[in-house]
């Protein structure tokens, strides 16, 4: 298997649960079913301290944990919630990275973020896409890790959101040994196009808010442009 097909079965797996997650499931069903439909698919483990599916909702979406100390609430689905889930499929040591906040209003999953009745859900989501496009605009093969990692924070921070991540950073590159990842971070001076692939992921609040927000994808260069794989 290829980077991109580790990466389709994360996608799969959210387009999978969106269509079967509704109010007074439980979480750790919610993982559980996202981490057999990944083995179905063909990860073969999990490269994520052997979790698969770090899955969290209301107010737990701010929480921002190492997989070596997370542990899955025993806690269900309410009729408005907001969930975030992160999937790390795994084949033969080839990783996927993929990271889905997902919102359910009157029980149903809503897909489209205009459509989102929270008003403050849907600024939230449409701050991940903004922050996604500032990547695309901003990176070229010159740009270091440390010049993204200050752009974005600046840009958070100017927009009157805040970084949730428990190390500060905003992803990392793809690597087969999670001890071996760089990081989007402070006085990380490589560049990013030194490196096969690496992820985006960051993960904001409104300051003033109970609730996070949270998209992954996975980019590299193409003819020195950045491409989601």
């Given at each position: 298997?290829?980077?991109?097909?580790?990466?389709?079965?994360?996608?799969?797996?959210?387009?999978?649960?969106?269509?079967?997650?509704?109010p007074?499931?439980?979480?750790?069903?919610?993982?559980?079913?996202?981490?057999?439909?990944?083995?179905?698919?063909?990860?073969?483990?999990?490269?994520?301290?052997?979790?698969?599916?770090?899955?969290?909702s209301?107010?737990?979406?701010?929480?921002?944990?190492?997989?070596?100390?997370?542990?899955?609430?025993?806690?269900?689905?309410?009729?408005?919630?907001?969930?975030?889930?992160?999937?790390?499929p795994?084949?033969?040591?080839?990783?996927g990275?993929?990271?889905?906040?997902?919102?359910?209003?009157?029980?149903?999953?809503?897909?489209?973020?205009?459509?989102?009745?929270?008003?403050?859900?849907?600024?939230?989501?449409?701050?991940?896409?903004?922050?996604?496009?500032?990547?695309?605009?901003?990176?070229?093969?010159?740009?270091?890790?440390?010049e993204?990692?200050?752009?974005?924070?600046?840009l958070?921070?100017d927009?009157?959101?805040?970084?949730?991540?428990?190390?500060?950073?905003?992803?990392?590159?793809?690597?087969?040994?999670?001890?071996?990842?760089?990081?989007?971070?402070?006085?990380?001076?490589?560049?990013?196009?030194?490196?096969?692939?690496?992820?985006f992921?960051?993960?904001?609040?409104?300051?003033?808010?109970?609730?996070?927000?949270?998209?992954?994808?996975?980019?590299?260069?193409?003819n020195?442009?950045?491409?989601?794989?």
């Amino acid at each position: 298997m290829e980077y991109k097909d580790l990466q389709r079965i994360a996608k799969e797996t959210i387009s999978y649960i969106k269509t079967i997650i509704k109010p007074n499931m439980n979480l750790l069903d919610v993982r559980q079913l996202c981490e057999e439909k990944m083995l179905s698919l063909g990860a073969d483990s999990f490269w994520y301290w052997d979790v698969g599916a770090f899955v969290f909702s209301g107010d737990e979406t701010t929480v921002s944990v190492s997989g070596r100390e997370y542990i899955t609430s025993d806690r269900l689905i309410s009729n408005n919630d907001i969930i975030t889930i992160d999937l790390s499929p795994q084949n033969n040591k080839i990783w996927g990275d993929y990271a889905r906040t997902i919102i359910i209003e009157s029980g149903e999953v809503v897909d489209r973020i205009d459509k989102i009745q929270n008003n403050e859900w849907r600024n939230g989501l449409l701050m991940e896409e903004r922050l996604h496009q500032e990547l695309i605009d901003f990176v070229t093969p010159q740009t270091t890790f440390e010049e993204l990692y200050l752009h974005i924070n600046s840009l958070i921070i100017d927009e009157g959101f805040i970084n949730l991540d428990f190390m500060g950073n905003l992803g990392h590159s793809i690597v087969k040994n999670k001890d071996e990842r760089v990081y989007i971070e402070k006085d990380n001076h490589l560049l990013l196009s030194s490196i096969d692939y690496f992820t985006f992921e960051p993960h904001i609040s409104d300051p003033n808010s109970k609730y996070g927000y949270k998209k992954e994808n996975i980019y590299y260069f193409s003819n020195g442009k950045l491409v989601e794989l």
